[in-house]
């Protein structure tokens, strides 16, 4: 198993506001461009890049109590995990563990730790489909 990788970063943009329709064309909206440059700037070379199977684990502090779904804020984060160099793809991650705590005004924050598991995980005890 690999060494952990820990670190803080902004709260993200929603799904909702990460893309943008231009025409017939999808393109990542201004504000998701903003948030992908500060992972590559926080995170780029700061740790190597992950191989094979990881295990995501995720807190998230939102800036205020409104009502918000955790997915819509998992999406733009993953990218811009993958953006920032710490994987290849998001398809590594096979294990995912996210949380919404309680707000962090003004700002919010997300705390994230990756874990390569290369495996380790399918010897666990866990069910498997038999057909």
């Given at each position: 198993?690999?060494?952990?990788?820990?670190?803080?970063?902004?709260?993200?943009?929603?799904l909702n506001r990460y893309y943008r329709h231009v025409g017939p064309r999808v393109l990542i909206s201004r504000e998701g461009r903003r948030f992908r440059m500060m992972c590559v700037s926080r995170l780029g070379g700061a740790f190597r890049?992950?191989?094979?199977?990881?295990?995501?684990?995720g807190e998230f502090f939102p800036p205020d109590s409104r009502r918000r779904?955790?997915?819509?804020?998992?999406?733009?984060?993953?990218?811009s995990l993958v953006h920032a160099g710490l994987m290849e793809d998001d398809s590594q991650i096979k294990h995912i563990d996210?949380?919404?705590?309680?707000?962090?005004?003004?700002?919010?924050?997300?705390?994230?730790?990756?874990?390569?598991?290369?495996?380790?995980?399918?010897?666990?005890?866990?069910?498997?489909?038999s057909n």
């Open positions: 198993m690999g060494a952990d990788v820990k670190f803080e970063l902004p709260w993200p943009p929603s890049k992950l191989a094979g199977r990881v295990k995501l684990t779904d955790l997915d819509n804020v998992l999406k733009c984060t993953l990218d996210v949380r919404m705590e309680d707000p962090v005004p003004p700002e919010g924050l997300v705390y994230i730790e990756l874990e390569e598991i290369n495996g380790q995980e399918k010897k666990n005890g866990r069910r498997a489909c």
